[in-house]
Structure formats: structure tokens, C-alpha cells
């Protein structure tokens, strides 16, 4: 017989079960109440940056992924804001955008890219947050990623301002040498520069202002090669000089062992003054075979040294061979137009009365001249024709050269030698003399009317044997010495620092005074010519 079982064990089991059941029942709620908070609460933190750019979007190249409107508009103008570092060797300048013209449209940029971001629904751009942060590892909606280009411009004349800038902060430009030192050694030599290469470089900078971070550029640079000291820099000086000279300059320089030339102004028709008494005695040494007598020699000197026009006259009877000196003017001007040098002539003797059916001749040089230097028509030359003479008589004196080839035998390399030596005797109006050291040979003939200074010469230096030819002119009535002088004499210490530079001339305190000194008694002596002549 089976036993029956307690009627409490029944009694205790159905509260158990009970139990178990609110407990499932607490626990499916407990889920859905956390489940409905971390639902809302994932969708509050997207509320609060549902306006955020997602993840991998730029604005003008700057990524603004998971930042706001703002917070995107700070950072783009940040990276925008920052200078523009320009370089070169171990100089760098930072230059500001604004400053450079850069302007930067952000207001537009912004607009698209919130207006892009908005073109997502809500619900896409919740999933793709939602599992961006919970399955990164998950395939993620595609929002389509922003990108919005920058829109600015550059003012280019602010650009171009601020390249101007640059340059006068890193440009090293070349020197020139400088000839007329005072400082004594040698002249002072060029040296290189560089200078910035403007358009390459502001277009570098151009292209680093539309860039968000590589914001540093290197200066395109051009290399100057310092100016070489030759006869084209020496010419530039002498031009630079006479630009002071408030009338026209003419010069010929003959660098006597290259045979090169500077010309300025030098084939314009001019006074033949005195200077062309060279030519007189040159003609006059031809016109005399075997050795010269004593009254010959004595004209010449009086010609040379003191620049007698007397004298010069009574050897023009000599070219002539006859006592008739407009008959030697004539056989002169012949003999000049045989060397070539057909703007050199003379029709009327030194203060004699003009020729009345020939009072001048027509020439290249004075027939519808480009610079007028009102030469006298009685006698005319160039700066270049008198001193390529100078440069014939020099090479006749080394043996060779066009008089020689011209004349043959009547004119002697002695002769030539002779002709130097006398010409270097002549201490009266050392116009290209002052200009060099006391004890370099200057064979010269210097001579002036009223408003036309001039001298010529050849110059026997250390460095270098040239010729020099030389001539200022005024269109007013009267030129003052102490204008042209010191202008002829620095021209002249300008060329001979240019052939002896490692040893110029420097001592030009003496030249000054002497020039001085000289220019005050031709003035005294011209103003008592007038006053005697009652002007």
C-alpha cells in the first residue's frame, strides 16, 4: 500500500514558480527599459551631432570629419591663416595671406557643405554613426563622403607688392668695380649677386596660398655674374659721367695693344682747335727729307709745347713747299683723307682771313648731324679721327701701322718717335694729365675756343698704352674751365684707372689744385683778351 505524500511539499512549490516568473518577467522588462535607454540614448548623442560632418570630409582640402559647422569654419580658416614661409639659403621670411591678397570665399564653402550634409536622411546618417561606433567592422552605409573645393582668389598687385618686399630684403644685386677709388691699393673689383627670379617665384607663392599645409616655398633665384672690368663697363662709367656735364661730351678711347675702341658721341663733326696741329706736324715731318733743321725744330716746339698758331702756320708753308700756308691746309686736308680720315680738315689757316670761295668744306660728319658742336668751318675734326691718328703715329713709331703703309718711307718710325717725345713736352693745359699719375708719359695737344674744350693724346702707362681724345662742348658763348676742366680730367683718371688697376691713381688732390689753379689764370687771361679787345 503506497504512502501518500505531505500536503505541505505541495504547498511550498507553487510560490517557487511563481516566484521564477515575475522574476523573467522584471528581467524582460529590466531589457526592454535598457534597451529603449540606450536606444535613446544613442539617438540623443546623434540629436547632438547630427550636424557634424561625417568622417573623411574636407572643406578646402582641411578635414572637418566629426566636427561642426563652427567648429569646421575654425579650422579652415585656421589652416588658411597660417604665413607662407619663403626661403632661400639659411633666410626665411613669413608672409602673411592677407598681406599677399589672398582672400578666401568660406562663407560659400560652408554653405555647400552643410547644404550636402542635409541631403542625408536622418535615419541613414544614425546608422552609419550607430555603427561606425559599435561594428566598426561592419559594412557601413555609404553617406558619400564632403567634398567641398576652395573657393579664393589672390589680388595679384598685392602679390606683386609684397615681391617687391622680398626683393629688397634678399636680393644681393652684382657691384660694379669702381675706377675711381680713393682709398689707394688696387680699384676695387666687382663681385657677384643674385636676385630673386620674380615670376617663377610669385607664382610659387601664388600656388602655396590655395594650399592648406605645404605652406613653405623656396625662391627661384637668378645669379648675377659680377661686371666684368672692360672696355664695354669703362664705357659705361664715362657715360655715367658725362651725363653730369650740363652741354655734349664727345670721347675716343684706342686701347693701343688690343685695338679696341669706345665711341661716345665721336663721330660728330668739332672744332679742330689746336689739337689738330698734329696733323700739322705730323705732315711737316713728312714734307722734310733727311734730318730737320734748326728753325724746323724750333717751330715745331713753339707748335707743340706752347701751341704757337704763328708757329703752326709757318710749318703749314713747310707742308706746302712754298711760302703759302693756305696751300699747305690744302696738302694737309689731301693727306688726311688718304689716311682715311676724311672729317679732318683745315681750308683756312690760324687767324687769317676765311677763303672766300672756299670758306669749308662738306663732310660726312657736318652735313645733317644728329649733335650739333658748332665746329668752326675753317678747320673741323671728330674725336675718333684725331685720336685713330694718335694711334697711326704710335703704331709708326713701333715700326708698322698705316703711315707707313700709306707713305712708305717718308715718314720714319723715328720721325713717329720724335713726334711722341715732343708732344710729351707739352705741360701747358693738361686737361688728360691731370688725370694720371706726374711721371706717366702723356703726349698730347690739348685746345679750347669759347664754348669747346678739348685734348688728345697718347698715354705710355705701366698697365697699358692707349690713346684718348676727348672734347666737352656748351652751346652758350662761353664755357667756364672750372666746369669742363675737372670733368675732362676725371674722365682721363677714370681711363687710366681702367688700364692700371692694380695700381690706379689716387693722389687727386693734386690734380684738383693744379686744375684749379690753371682754370683760374685761362679765365683771368680770357677776360683781359676782351677787355683789351673793348667787349
Known amino acids: 500500500m503506497s504512502q501518500k505524500q505531505p500536503s505541505f511539499y505541495s504547498k511550498r ?14 528581467l524582460g522588462l529590466a531589457a526592454v527599459i535598457g534597451l529603449l535607454w540606450f536606444v535613446g540614448n544613442e539617438v540623443w548623442g546623434y540629436l547632438k551631432v547630427r550636424d557634424d560632418f561625417p568622417k573623411g570630409s574636407f572643406i578646402a582640402g582641411v578635414e572637418v570629419g566629426n566636427l561642426g559647422l563652427i567648429a569646421a569654419e575654425e579650422r579652415v580658416l585656421a589652416q588658411y591663416s597660417k604665413p607662407i614661409l619663403v626661403r632661400h639659403n639659411d633666410q626665411a621670411v613669413e ?41 566598426p567592422g561592419v559594412v557601413q552605409p555609404d553617406l558619400g563622403q564632403i567634398d567641398i573645393a576652395l573657393r579664393a582668389q589672390v589680388d595679384q598687385e598685392m602679390l606683386a607688392t609684397v615681391m617687391v618686399y622680398l626683393g629688397n630684403l634678399i636680393d644681393r644685386p652684382a657691384t660694379s668695380p669702381i675706377l675711381l677709388t680713393d682709398s689707394g691699393g688696387t680699384v676695387e673689383e666687382g663681385s657677384p649677386g643674385f636676385s630673386i627670379d620674380v615670376e617663377p617665384s610669385q607664382q610659387k607663392i601664388n600656388d602655396a596660398l590655395f594650399q592648406p599645409y605645404d605652406r613653405t616655398i623656396i625662391l627661384e633665384i637668378v645669379e648675377e655674374e659680377a661686371p666684368a672690368l672692360d672696355l664695354s663697363y669703362l664705357e659705361t662709367v664715362l657715360i655715367q659721367q658725362l651725363e653730369i ?3 655734349t661730351g664727345s670721347l675716343y678711347i684706342l686701347d693701343l695693344d688690343s685695338g679696341e675702341e669706345i665711341r661716345i658721341n665721336s663721330e660728330a663733326a668739332i672744332s679742330g682747335l689746336s689739337v689738330v696741329k698734329i696733323a700739322i706736324m705730323l705732315e711737316t715731318l713728312r714734307a722734310v727729307d733727311g734730318p730737320l733743321d734748326f728753325d724746323t725744330v724750333k717751330l715745331l716746339e713753339e707748335t707743340a709745347i706752347n701751341s704757337g698758331n704763328y708757329s703752326a702756320n709757318l710749318l703749314l708753308d713747310i707742308v706746302a713747299g712754298e711760302n703759302n700756308a693756305y696751300l699747305g691746309v690744302d696738302v694737309l686736308t689731301e693727306s688726311m683723307g688718304r689716311l682715311g680720315l676724311n672729317n679732318t680738315f683745315i681750308v683756312t689757316p690760324y687767324e687769317e682771313p676765311p677763303r672766300a670761295v672756299k670758306p669749308t668744306l662738306a663732310t660726312a660728319a657736318n652735313t645733317n648731324p644728329t649733335i650739333d658742336f658748332d665746329p668752326d668751318p675753317a678747320m673741323q675734326t671728330t674725336a675718333s679721327e684725331i685720336g685713330q691718328l694718335l694711334g697711326m703715329i704710335y703704331d709708326c713709331s713701333q715700326g708698322g701701322g698705316t703711315l707707313i703703309a700709306v707713305y712708305g718711307g717718308a715718314v720714319s718710325p723715328d720721325e713717329c718717335q720724335y713726334l711722341i717725345e715732343l708732344m710729351a713736352r707739352n705741360e701747358e693745359g693738361n686737361l688728360i694729365r691731370f688725370g694720371v699719375p706726374e711721371d706717366v708719359t702723356v703726349a698730347h695737344k690739348h685746345g679750347w675756343a669759347f664754348n669747346t674744350h678739348g685734348d688728345a693724346g697718347i698715354i705710355l702707362s705701366e698697365g697699358g698704352n692707349y690713346v684718348i681724345s676727348q672734347y666737352l662742348h656748351q652751346d652758350t658763348d662761353w664755357l667756364p674751365a672750372n666746369i669742363s676742366f675737372p670733368i675732362l680730367r676725371e674722365l682721363s683718371r677714370t681711363t687710366y684707372n681702367y688700364f692700371n688697376a692694380e695700381n690706379p691713381y689716387v693722389d687727386h688732390k693734386r690734380a684738383q689744385k693744379a686744375a684749379g689753379i690753371y682754370a683760374a689764370q685761362l679765365a683771368i687771361e680770357s677776360a683781359e683778351q676782351r677787355y683789351r679787345a673793348g667787349e
Open 13 to 26: 512549490r507553487f510560490p517557487m514558480a511563481a516566484i521564477m516568473t515575475v522574476l523573467r518577467q522584471l
Open 95 to 135: 608672409i602673411l595671406p592677407a598681406d599677399a591678397g589672398f582672400m578666401m570665399n568660406l562663407d560659400q564653402m560652408l554653405e555647400e557643405a552643410n547644404v550636402e550634409l542635409h541631403e542625408t536622411p536622418h535615419w541613414k546618417r544614425f546608422l552609419h554613426n550607430f555603427s561606425n561606433k559599435y561594428l
Open 245 to 247: 656735364f650740363d652741354g
